[in-house]
């Protein structure tokens, strides 16, 4: 069995950037994988960045959006991952914001959370690793 991989709004954003070139091959590497998992949060984030940031046209937003409902399982919100959340910002400090993707990750049994924005290395719940891909450690 595949270990599931949730993959956060930033590593998609690096994907489409030409800007750091390297983090743009590992970042395309990760959201080609076929155990990937994201949220309708992941989805929003990087809609809204692609339009603001890279100027990104309303089709190509649209076909966006298309591509990840056909490539991953994407995921809605649900009461459980909200309670879990509050836990976790109590438990670890995180933002709101992080603790919705920590625990929409946790509640659909992924082992990795691919994120630039968290602690790289920390262990939630002794079965989900933050996982800073571009980390050298």
Excluded: W
Excluded at 37 to 66: M, P
Excluded at 74 to 90: M, W
Aim: charged share 20%; glycine share 0%.
């Amino acid at each position: 069995m595949s270990d599931k991989f949730f993959i956060d709004s930033n590593i998609f954003l690096y994907a489409f950037s030409d800007k750091m070139l390297a983090k743009q091959v590992i970042a395309k590497n990760i959201i080609l994988s076929d155990t990937s998992i994201i949220s309708v949060q992941v989805i929003n984030e990087v809609s809204n960045n692609l339009l603001k940031k890279l100027q990104f046209l309303e089709n190509e937003i649209t076909s966006f959006i298309e591509s990840c409902y056909e490539r991953y399982s994407v995921i809605n919100f649900t009461q459980e991952i909200f309670i879990v959340a509050s836990e976790l910002r109590i438990k670890h400090q995180f933002s709101y914001y992080d603790s919705i993707i920590v625990s929409a990750a946790l509640v659909n049994q992924c082992q990795v959370l691919y994120t630039e924005d968290m602690q790289h290395g920390k262990i939630i719940q002794n079965t989900l690793k933050i996982t800073n891909p571009f980390s050298d450690n």
